[in-house]
């Protein structure tokens, strides 16, 4: 089982490694795509039987080149996102924790799912997990608008048609649910809407509904199908004048440095009595996957309790609670604000500190060969 982890880790590697390569060889046949390329890895290129001069200023060959450099410079950041066993291309800071602001924590993991070289840590107050140094803003930004969707999803250019219809499946029960809370003809707007199948979703029944991505090749196509209602950009670049009934954060405020900073924001593009709906991964559920949880784009892990923690402090109280991390909020205080950090901290000391992470996940994983197993032979 860890060989065959190891492969499908090593696979992912290789595939990168093989869109270098017919990059590389695409650079190479174009005018001056040689000299560009071998500038770009580090190598001398000289023409036969020529002396270069240490004097002599030469010629560009290629006007383009320094777009060639910065096209080869990402294709290679973007491999290291994928090869096991070493460092993410970051350099990161130090913060206390993202959603009580508490100094003291805990190391828990150094790897993440992909054997990459992740450092994750426990905050000691409330029990998030979180990316520790974690990525500075520009880093996140950089992440998500070049290197995300490809890394996790593969897409060059525009999604993958078998993504755009489950996420097409997702968003029509999604609306269903949202429509319940909602007046006829409400504002609407999705905060990291992806592809746009949710905001799709909601224009057809009759919601005015609207939405902002910040990576380029998702946002773009939702762009391009639904047009002004689309904007391409990050949360902290988008101003909205007329304000919403409903904001929804599908899957979203896991991959945001400063969550409480995010959840202001939408309080400002939200009506007095408008609903906020938060849905995050739940680092609680079972069977616990220990550093199967942990990658590069989340850079934080909540359960329960230390989601309800975050929303308190900007001063939002659950409406309705979905599931575990699915809940509805409003204005107003959380009624049991006072015990959110000591409830969420016993939830996360019990699946990553009394047992390892790396434990859990060898465990979580046995549990689904086992799985698998049982339903051949059945």
């Not at 017919?22 to 002396?51: E, F, V």
């Not at 949360?235 to 904001?247: G, K, N």
């Not at 202001?264 to 938060?278: E, F, I, Q």
């Not at 069977?287 to 989340?298: E, T, V, Y």
């Amino acid at each position: 089982m860890i060989l065959s982890d190891l492969s499908k880790h090593c696979l992912r590697a290789s595939t990168i490694a093989n869109r270098l390569q017919t990059a590389a060889d695409g650079y190479k046949a174009s005018p001056g795509g040689g000299h560009c390329l071998s500038q770009a890895i580090g190598r001398r290129q000289s023409l036969p039987g020529q002396r270069r001069s240490a004097n002599r200023p030469r010629a560009d060959p290629n006007p383009g080149r320094d777009d060639r450099h910065a096209s080869v410079a990402n294709l290679i950041r973007t491999a290291r996102h994928l090869i096991p066993l070493t460092r993410h291309p970051y350099r990161g800071e130090a913060v206390d924790c993202p959603a009580c602001g508490g100094g003291e924590r805990r190391a828990v993991a150094s790897l993440d799912r992909g054997w990459k070289r992740l450092p994750t840590a426990m905050c000691a107050t409330c029990g998030l997990l979180y990316t520790n140094p974690m990525p500075t803003d520009a880093e996140l930004a950089r992440f998500y608008r070049e290197d995300y969707r490809f890394t996790y999803q593969g897409a060059i250019g525009k999604p993958w048609s078998r993504h755009v219809r489950k996420r097409e499946r997702e968003a029509v029960g999604r609306a269903v649910q949202m429509a319940s809370l909602l007046a006829p003809g409400a504002r609407v707007l999705d905060f990291g809407c992806g592809s746009g199948e949710f905001v799709s979703a909601m224009l057809a029944r009759d919601f005015d509904a609207h939405g902002f991505e910040p990576g380029e090749t998702y946002g773009s196509s939702a762009e391009t199908r639904l047009g002004r209602r689309i904007t391409v950009a990050g949360w902290s670049d988008v101003a909205y004048e007329a304000p919403f009934d409903l904001i929804t954060a599908f899957q979203v405020i896991e991959h945001l440095r400063d969550p409480l900073q995010a959840l202001r924001a939408m309080l400002g593009w939200l009506a007095p009595a408008g609903r906020l709906y938060l849905e995050v991964p739940n680092l609680a559920e079972r069977p616990c996957k220990g550093i199967g949880w942990f990658h590069f784009a989340h850079v934080l892990g909540f359960n329960h309790w230390n989601l309800r923690l975050a929303a308190a402090r900007v001063g939002l109280r659950p409406v309705s609670v979905i599931a575990p991390t699915q809940i509805v909020f409003e204005r107003g205080e959380d009624p049991e604000a006072a015990e959110l950090a000591a409830k969420g901290l016993a939830l996360a000391r019990a699946d990553f500190l009394y047992t390892s992470p790396m434990r859990r996940y060898w465990q979580y994983r046995w549990g689904k060969l086992r799985g698998r197993r049982h339903a051949v032979s059945g």
